[in-house]
């Protein structure tokens, strides 16, 4: 039975979901996952996706990489899916929104343009990130948060560092 929590952070690319984890695993001391981060470093893809310019996620390297640590709790995971995860792995599964506009502004900013800036702004218009956490997940577990500004993402961080510490394993 694992001590703490894990908690999923997810959101469409430019949400802020890296600096929302880092900020909570700072303030908490769970284990940032960024996946991303871990696909590349520990090559747990199939290739190069030159059109949307990402490395192709093989999910079952991931989920054997990430299993041991997830069983252990302390994590916060860090990344635009959530549907090839384990249910059982999360205690919470945060969707992080962003307004359309906003948005564009940051994903543009990043360098993102045609098919990938296009595919991102769509994804977020139709909610595709919500609607995969709450099919994947029980409903008690996903919460959708706002996260336009610096101020939600400040409140974000607040709340979900609360309801960490606020945590108790399931008897």
């Excluded at 694992?2 to 952070?9: A, F, G, M």
């Excluded at 430019?14 to 769970?30: P, R």
């Excluded at 041991?68 to 929104?97: A, K, S, T, Y």
Aim: glycine share 6%; with cysteine; charged share 30%.
């Amino acid at each position: 039975m694992r001590s703490k929590p894990n908690i999923l952070v997810t959101g469409t690319p430019g949400t802020g979901k890296t600096t929302t984890s880092a900020a909570v695993a700072e303030a908490t001391t769970l284990r940032h996952i960024n996946i991303g981060d871990l696909v590349r470093d520990k090559k747990l893809h199939d290739g190069w996706d030159d059109q949307l310019e990402c490395y192709v996620i093989n999910e079952d390297l991931v989920c054997d990489e990430l299993e041991e640590m997830m069983e252990e709790g302390g994590n916060i995971v860090d990344h635009h899916g959530c549907d090839f995860f384990p249910e059982r792995w999360f205690d919470r599964v945060v969707v992080l929104q962003t307004e359309n506009s906003v948005l564009y502004d940051r994903l543009s900013k990043r360098g993102y343009s045609g098919a990938k800036l296009t595919n991102n702004i769509e994804c977020e218009i139709f909610q595709v990130l919500l609607e995969e956490a709450n099919d994947s997940y029980p409903e008690e577990t996903v919460v959708a948060m706002k996260s336009d500004s610096i101020d939600d993402m400040n409140r974000n961080v607040a709340t979900i560092t609360e309801w960490v510490r606020s945590w108790r394993p399931a008897a």
